[in-house]
């Protein structure tokens, strides 16, 4: 006797989020490290510079667009409608944006190793580069209270990145 019971849509965005998950994983498994590492090392000092630099944006770009994407698929599993292609359809945007993302997660780390192993002091101008623009344009920038807990909130999530992009690197 078998017994077919449907899955909540909670089950349903769970299984949605590991299958996401899964692709973006043989994704970054398809990539050659050497042959990433050796494009950005091929490139100049002020060319790395602008590479991590339009990686960061692209990498806040995408972190804001998947909050937004990762909710429409929450509540497209949620929703209880007879036709299912719209589930299949938010899953393909999640998984593609994913891969995306974590393309330029991996481009990052890959820039960051070549500015550590180079031998002048890229990372050194890389570091002190990027914190300059950030403390240039966070002193002349009023916040008001509600928004400092945001302010505090991505720091935090910086600041945790880097440490993972130092050990991953070293």
Same mark, same amino acid.
């Given at each position: $006797?078998?017994?077919?019971?449907? @899955?909540?849509? @909670?089950?349903?965005?769970?299984?949605?989020?590991?299958? %996401?998950?899964?692709?973006?994983?043989?994704?970054?498994?398809?990539?050659?490290?050497?042959?990433?590492?050796?494009?950005?090392?091929?490139? %100049?000092?002020?060319?790395?510079?602008?590479?991590?630099?339009?990686? #960061?944006?692209?990498?806040?770009?995408? %972190?804001?667009?998947?909050?937004?994407? +990762?909710?429409?698929?929450?509540?497209? &599993?949620? %929703?209880?409608?007879?036709?299912?292609?719209?589930? $299949? +359809?938010?899953?393909?945007? !999640?998984? !593609?944006?994913?891969? !995306?993302?974590?393309?330029?997660?991996?481009?990052?780390?890959? &820039?960051?190793?070549? *500015?550590?192993?180079?031998?002048?002091?890229?990372?050194?101008?890389?570091?002190?580069?990027?914190?300059?623009? #950030?403390?240039?344009?966070?002193?002349?920038?009023?916040?008001?209270?509600?928004? @400092?807990?945001?302010? *505090?909130?991505?720091?935090?999530?910086?600041?945790?990145?880097?440490?993972?992009?130092?050990?991953?690197? &070293?």
């Amino acid at each position: $006797l078998v017994v077919r019971r449907q @899955l909540s849509w @909670l089950q349903v965005c769970d299984v949605m989020c590991v299958g %996401a998950i899964g692709i973006t994983v043989w994704a970054l498994g398809q990539i050659d490290t050497s042959q990433a590492y050796h494009s950005v090392k091929g490139q %100049a000092v002020i060319k790395l510079y602008v590479v991590f630099n339009v990686l #960061e944006v692209f990498d806040k770009l995408c %972190a804001s667009f998947g909050q937004d994407i +990762l909710h429409t698929l929450f509540w497209s &599993s949620m %929703a209880r409608r007879t036709w299912r292609g719209h589930l $299949l +359809l938010d899953f393909l945007i !999640v998984a !593609v944006y994913m891969v !995306v993302h974590s393309f330029v997660l991996f481009y990052q780390v890959v &820039s960051l190793n070549v *500015a550590v192993n180079s031998h002048n002091n890229v990372m050194l101008t890389l570091l002190v580069s990027n914190n300059f623009v #950030e403390l240039k344009s966070n002193v002349f920038k009023r916040f008001e209270p509600d928004n @400092l807990f945001q302010v *505090a909130a991505s720091d935090m999530v910086e600041r945790f990145q880097l440490t993972m992009y130092l050990l991953i690197v &070293s």
